[in-house]
């Protein structure tokens, strides 16, 4: 059975396409067929997977507000993953959506074709809680949170987990939460630890293990447009391969490891 995971945060810079991008190429890596989608207007996913959103012909704009069927957009990329790209055009198509029924579902039904395609479908939600991310949750079945591990970081998390919670309620009663997944990590810093403690405890948010340590080489790999994984020993590709390998067995019926698990 196919798992739609949506990657979601209304803070930018906090490590949700970076993860997309990892732990889609570490899924990849264990064998499963793995599709991720750029739900962000800046194209930040569609970028770091190799392709340039100003050159390409198609993209999740129009699957969403032109019926294109998902498989005309979707490419191929070096990392083992497919992408639904997007481009600035996306930025229009929250105000179009607006304008019809049942615009949370637009994107979960363009994807029911191609459930039997693939394995795993992670969404990149755009750093919002707009249209748009209500359609990646509204289109998973589980969410996970990157959670950058400063103290000030996580005062959105709140209102995040408010909007899960009326997805659950309105459009998608079956949305599991899995969790936070701690980026930006210092491991050198009692800090951090102190930070995912407190968040676990104030929201009642299980923490999954491992956390993904804040190291150089992402930086470089955003630039240059290769997922962090193409340099085998860092240690943050190593996490991302950890975390990818703890929810394949989550998935395969196994309880997921955490870091700090959400105090009953
Ligand atoms: P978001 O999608 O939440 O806005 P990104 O994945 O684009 O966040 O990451 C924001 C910036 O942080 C990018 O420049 C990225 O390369 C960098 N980054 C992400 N993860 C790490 C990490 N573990 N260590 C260092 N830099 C990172
Ligand atoms: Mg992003």
Known sequence: MTTVLAVANQKGGVAKTTTVASLGAALAALGQRVLTVDLDPQGCLTFSLGHNPDRLEASVHEVLTADLRPQDAI???GEGVDLLP??????GAEAMLLMRPGREFTLKRALS???????TIIIDCPPSLGVLTLNGLTAAQSVLVPLQCETLAHRGVGQLLRTVREVQQITNPDLVLLGAVP???DARTTHSRDVLADVSDRYDLPVLWPPIPRTVRFAEASASGATVLAGR???GAQAY???AENLAK????SELVTFAPAVD
Do not use: F, M, Q
């Not at 074709?113 to 394995?119: A, R």
């Not at 989550?250 to 019926?253: D, E, F, I, L, S």
């Open 86 to 91: 997007a481009t600035i055009d996306l930025a």
């Open 250 to 253: 989550h998935w395969a019926g």
């Open 183 to 185: 980026t930006l990590y």
């Open 75 to 77: 490419v191929e990329t």
């Open 113 to 119: 074709p191609l459930l039997s395609e693939y394995d």
């Open 233 to 235: 020993k860092n240690k």
């Open 241 to 243: 391969r950890d975390l």
